[in-house]
């Protein structure tokens, strides 16, 4: 009725709603319950701890939290608040596995001994892999680069991270 009041008369709302004109006047002037200026601080209250764990905490941390402050409130009431208000949590990434070590492989010798220099073009190579996020999902990237002139001799593109990323960037 608050939205619309301004382009009908409240008399007709009243009528089409089927409520009685003094009771809607008798609404707007009472104070709110006490549900609801309790649901008001609640509200003001999850907006700062939420903004304190930089939107990281969900309804379980954020009732510890109000907790700690010394305010009892239920885990569903704090979900129904934070809906209301949209806040959400962040959950925790899923540590993923990308690299299977096989334990027969022999570990080849390090020739460079951290020295990152070379005398001509061409006598010492690096390469390095990473993982680039895309709208169609992760992609790799292999480059190799010449120590001595820091050009990029070589590099491959390819969705999965296999051997043949590797030996394209090499060719």
Known sequence: MQAEKARHSVRTLCRVLGVSASGFY????????????????????????????????????????????????????????????????????RFRLTTVADPAAVVAPNHLAQRFTAARANQ??????????????????????????????GWALEPTLETRLVLRAWD
Request: glycine share 8%; no cysteine; proline share 5%.
């Open 26 to 93: 008798a609404w707007q002037h009472r104070p709110a319950s006490p549900r609801a200026a309790a649901d008001h601080r609640l509200r003001f209250q999850l907006r700062v701890a939420h903004a304190e764990s930089r939107g990281a905490y969900g309804s379980p941390r954020l009732q510890r939290v109000l907790r700690t402050q010394g305010v009892r409130v239920g885990r569903h009431r704090v979900m129904r608040l934070m809906r209301a208000e949209h806040l959400r949590g962040r959950p925790h990434r």
């Open 124 to 153: 010492v190579w690096m390469g390095d892999i990473t993982a680039l996020p895309t709208q169609e999902g992760w992609i790799y990237l292999a480059v190799l680069i010449d120590v001595f002139s820091r050009r990029v001799v």
